[in-house]
């Protein structure tokens, strides 16, 4: 069964920026919640997008599903059948010390939120550290993605 | 967009049972559900299975995004991240006066409940009537597969 295991961290300089090979924007809804179960649609660019599956986190693992769909019932999706507006991001990618990283840059209400992540194969793999990361908050709620979900719509709410 | 327009009833007779040209097992299980949107895995038999997003029903119609995904992670949604057991029916396949309908027959806590559905082009189209079709339960909130799922669990419940 396809595992996804991440750690997260945030950045503590712009350092990586000088490092980042490629880049894509990202936009996510998400379609429904359920007891830490997750449905999510993204677009990656205008180009391809995406249907997820997620099982509920344990620590730093949990069971991923994602599917390329057609855009167009992906831009259906977003636009009628989310819970509220697409959260924006740009996903750099980097190489540091033989491993992929990838930083999200978030966009609009949740301007200034920087989180960079590291796939790993396992629970306890090792990793070299770039001298730009942060603290980690693989095990912060506040830094998953339905937490940002709802300081996004929260804040977007504050403004209407 | 893709969109399903629908018509459901109960059966008044066991005529039907002759005009059947095939059937296939299914095995439905919900991962989410929020605001009338759905997402469900299913079954068709052993080989096929497919990961499905619903909108909200809007009378008989409802947008409707369906993907033939693996079976090993269907299975894995099924076991892991539905919202209770895999609810079981046959549907049986007929054609009548030129027109397809289903009959699903639900096993299990459902089994006696029968519903013959047809698929229409818009939502006025005309269709023959067959006469072993009973009452109509498009609009009937008690019949939609939500309800049905839900009876399904208080059942397997109660017998617990």
Redesign the interface.
């Known amino acids: 069964?396809?595992r996804e295991i991440e750690r997260k961290f945030l950045v503590a300089s712009e350092a990586w920026r000088d490092h980042v090979s490629h880049r894509v924007e990202l936009r996510d809804g998400v379609?429904?919640?359920?007891?830490g179960?997750?449905?999510r649609v993204r677009f990656y660019g205008d180009a391809q997008a995406t249907?997820s599956?997620k099982?509920p986190r344990a620590g730093m693992s949990r069971?991923e599903?994602e599917?390329a769909?057609p855009c167009?019932?992906a831009l259906?999706?977003l636009s009628?059948?989310c819970?509220g507006p697409p959260l924006r991001k740009t996903r750099h990618h980097l190489v540091h010390a033989g491993q992929n990283w990838t930083i999200d840059e978030y966009h609009g209400a949740l301007a200034g939120v920087l989180i960079a992540e590291i796939e790993l194969a396992s629970e306890d793999a090792a990793f070299a550290r770039p001298a730009w990361l942060g603290s980690e908050v693989t095990y912060d709620q506040g830094y998953r993605q339905s937490a940002l979900m709802r300081r996004h719509r929260a804040a977007l709410a504050d403004s209407a």
Chains 1, 2 share one sequence.
Do not use: Q, S, T
């Open positions: 069964m396809p379609i429904a919640l359920r007891d179960c997750k449905v249907l599956v099982g069971d599903f599917y769909i167009e019932d259906a999706m009628k059948h819970d």
